[in-house]
C-alpha cells in the first residue's frame, strides 16, 4: 500500500489530516521518522522512491496519535499548515541531499577511472543518473504543491531564500531544474 499523495492533500484543503495507516480524519497528527520498511506506505514522499518495497532509509511520517503510540513514534504534533511546513522542509533536505550527491558523493559510490574524474554523473553513468533525476523531479513537484498551497493561503514561507540558493547550485553544476524561472 502507498499513500494516496492527491487524497492527503484532498483531505487537507476540506481542513482534515487522514491518518495513512487507519484512514482517521483527524486535526491534528504526529509527524517524525521512522526506518521500518513498513513505514514507507505512511511516508509522503516515498511515493517516489525508487526502492518502495524495501526501503530502509530514514523515512518522514504522518500519523495520528493511535496509530503513532502503536509504533513506537517519537513525533512532534502538528495541524494542517505545521505539516506542510514539515513537508516543505522534509522536501528541502532531501533536495539538499540529492544536490551533494550529484555534485561529489556518488563519486563514493563509483569506482571512477582517473581520467573521468572531472566528469558529471549522467557522462559516466546514465541509468543512476536517471533513477537520481527522477527522484529529485518527484521532489521538486512536490515542493511545487506544498509552495502553492502555502502561497494561495497566504501563509508566509520560511527561509524563502532557500530555493533560489537550490537552483543557483544545481544550475551551477549543468542540470536543470523546475524550481528555476
Ligand atoms: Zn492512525
Ligand atoms: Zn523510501
Redesign the pocket.
Known amino acids: 500500500m502507498t499513500i494516496d499523495w492527491q487524497q492527503t492533500i484532498n483531505d487537507i484543503l476540506a481542513k482534515k489530516l487522514s491518518c495513512p495507516r487507519c484512514s482517521t480524519l483527524t486535526d491534528d497528527v504526529l509527524v517524525g521518522y521512522l526506518r521500518t520498511p513498513e513505514a ?1 506506505a505512511w ?1 509522503p ?2 511515493e517516489g ?1 525508487t ?2 518495497e524495501n ?1 530502509d ?1 530514514r ?1 518522514f511520517v504522518l500519523l495520528c496519535e493511535a496509530c503513532a503510540s502503536a509504533v513506537r513514534l517519537r513525533g512532534r504534533r502538528v495541524d494542517e499548515h505545521g505539516f506542510m511546513h514539515a513537508l516543505m522542509e522534509e522536501c528541502r533536505r532531501n533536495l539538499e541531499e540529492t544536490l551533494d550527491y550529484l555534485s561529489d558523493y556518488w563519486r563514493e559510490d563509483l569506482d571512477i577511472d582517473p581520467d573521468e574524474v572531472d566528469k558529471k554523473l549522467d557522462e559516466v553513468d546514465p541509468e543512476l543518473f536517471e533513477e537520481e533525476n527522477n527522484w529529485r523531479r518527484y521532489l521538486e513537484e512536490q515542493y511545487l504543491k506544498i509552495h502553492q498551497w502555502l502561497r494561495e493561503r497566504q501563509i508566509p514561507i520560511a527561509s524563502p531564500g532557500w530555493r533560489s540558493e537550490y537552483v543557483e547550485d544545481m544550475v551551477a553544476l549543468g542540470y536543470a531544474t523546475l524550481l528555476g524561472d
Do not use: E, F, I, M
Request: net charge positive; charged share 30%; with cysteine.
Open positions: 514507507a511516508a514522499l516515498c522512491c526502492k518502495r526501503c532509509a523515512k
